[in-house]
């Protein structure tokens, strides 16, 4: 098994940036697809960025060009870095691997998520 470890979030006001980062634990995430997904207050979550065992990412439309997802298999760490954030409140991000090389649509570990909040 594998326990994912998110930390980074925070307040930030609308156009600034954020890191977050996933730290993994108890397995390594080379053969794995990464990726993050959100959730805010009341709504289902929304996956946002995925990032396969050979480094191919996607992302939701709404963050294309705003937000890059990498991963460092020596330190067993994936990385979502969040440019011009849109004040859209507050979401919490959790990190999430999948068994899947490619990615699947159903992740097999997530973390406990990073409140994220964009306001002014």
């Known amino acids: 098994q594998v326990q994912l470890l998110e930390s980074g979030g925070g307040l930030v006001q609308p156009g600034g940036s954020l890191r977050l980062t996933c730290a993994a634990f108890g397995s390594g995430l080379a053969n794995y697809a990464m990726g993050w997904y959100r959730q805010a207050p009341g709504k289902g979550p929304e996956v946002v960025a995925i990032?396969?065992?050979?480094?191919?990412?996607n992302y939701v439309d709404s963050v294309k060009g705003r937000f890059t997802v990498s991963r460092d298999n020596e330190q067993n760490t994936v990385k979502l870095q969040m440019n011009y954030l849109k004040p859209e409140g507050t979401d919490v991000y959790y990190c999430?691997?999948?068994?899947?090389?490619?990615?699947?649509?159903?992740?097999?570990?997530w973390g406990q998520g990073t409140q994220v909040t964009a306001s002014s």
């Open positions: 990032i396969t065992s050979v480094v191919r990412t």
């Open positions: 999430f691997a999948d068994h899947s090389r490619n990615y699947d649509g159903e992740p097999d570990y």
